[in-house]
C-alpha cells in the first residue's frame, strides 16, 4: 500500500496512537478499507501527507512527470490523485505553474477559523444532546490519549493530528454527517496552521496546555451532563488567541 505507516505507540501512561495510514487516509478515506482504495486515492494519500507535514513546502510545484516515475505509473492517476487534493484545499492547479501545494496565507487562515470555529461550536452542542456513556467514555480515552504525548516533543505532529481527531470524533458521533464532512475538509485545510503554531516558538508548550486544558474540562462537562456553553465560550476566545499566535508562524 502506497505511504503506509505503521502503528506508533507511545509509552507514556501506557496508551496507544495508532496512526497506521497517515493524516489524510484518517479523514478522506472513513469508513473505507484500504484493500478498496483506488491508486489516485492512494498517491493522493501519500502526498497530501507529505504537503501536511511541509516535506512538500507551501508554494512549491509538484510536478507530475516526476511523481508518475515515482509511483511508476502514467500521468492519468497522477492527474486525478492532485484533483482530490485540490477538492481539498491541499493543492491548487493553475494553467501556468500547473499543481502546487496551497499556500499558507493570514488571509486564509481568517476565513478557515471563523468557519472551523462556528461549526465546531455546533459539533459540541450536538455532542451533547445526543449523550450516550459509551461515546464519552471513548472521548475520555481520546483525551487521555492526548495527555499522554502533550509533552513528548518527538510527537508534536502527532499531538496536534490527536487533537483533531477528537474534534472530528465529536461531529461524527451527534448524528449530523454533513457536519462532520464539513469539519474533516477544514482539518485538512488548518492542518499545517496548527502544526506550526502548536510546536513553533517559546510559549509553544502554554498554547499546548491550553488546548489540552479544553479537551479534559469538555469530557468532565460531558461526564457530568453539564451545560456546554461556557465551553463554547472558551472555545471563540481560544480560537481568536490562535489566529493571532498562528499568524506569527506563516513565515
Do not use: C
Not at 46 to 68: F, K, N, Q, V, Y
Not at 89 to 115: F, H, K, Q, Y
Not at 182 to 191: A, D, K, R, W
Request: glycine share 6%; no cysteine.
Amino acid at each position: 500500500m502506497i505511504g503506509e505507516r505503521a502503528p506508533i505507540t507511545v509509552s507514556a501512561g501506557a496508551v496507544e496512537l495508532l496512526h497506521p495510514q497517515g493524516v489524510v487516509a484518517s479523514r478522506l478515506m472513513i469508513g473505507r478499507e484500504a484493500a478498496a482504495w483506488t491508486l489516485p486515492e492512494q498517491i493522493a494519500i501519500a502526498l497530501g501527507d507529505r504537503i501536511l507535514t511541509e516535506e512538500i513546502a507551501p508554494g512549491s510545484r509538484i510536478g507530475e512527470e516526476a511523481l508518475a516515475k515515482e509511483f511508476q505509473v502514467s500521468r492519468g492517476p497522477i492527474r486525478d490523485a492532485l484533483k482530490m487534493l485540490e477538492h481539498v484545499g491541499l493543492v491548487v492547479i493553475t494553467n501556468r505553474r500547473g499543481a502546487i501545494a496551497s499556500l499558507l496565507t493570514r488571509s486564509d487562515l481568517r476565513e478557515i477559523m471563523e468557519l472551523r470555529a462556528h461549526v465546531f461550536e455546533l459539533a459540541i452542542r450536538g455532542f451533547g444532546r445526543e449523550l450516550e456513556s459509551e461515546n464519552v467514555r471513548q472521548l475520555r480515552r481520546h483525551v487521555s490519549a492526548l495527555d499522554a504525548i502533550a509533552t513528548e516533543p518527538q510527537f508534536m505532529l502527532l499531538y496536534t493530528d490527536a487533537l483533531e481527531r477528537i474534534m472530528l470524533f465529536l461531529a461524527y458521533h451527534y448524528g449530523n454527517s454533513r457536519l462532520g464532512q464539513i469539519l474533516t475538509t477544514l482539518s485538512l485545510q488548518s492542518f499545517r496552521y496548527f502544526a506550526r503554531g502548536l510546536t513553533r516558538g517559546p510559549d509553544a508548550d502554554a498554547r499546548r496546555n491550553v488546548s489540552l486544558k479544553f479537551y479534559r474540562d469538555l469530557a468532565t462537562t460531558y461526564e457530568e451532563k453539564k451545560s456546554v456553553e461556557p465551553l463554547v465560550i472558551r472555545l471563540r476566545q481560544i480560537y481568536a488567541e490562535s489566529k493571532l499566535y498562528f499568524s506569527d508562524y506563516l513565515r
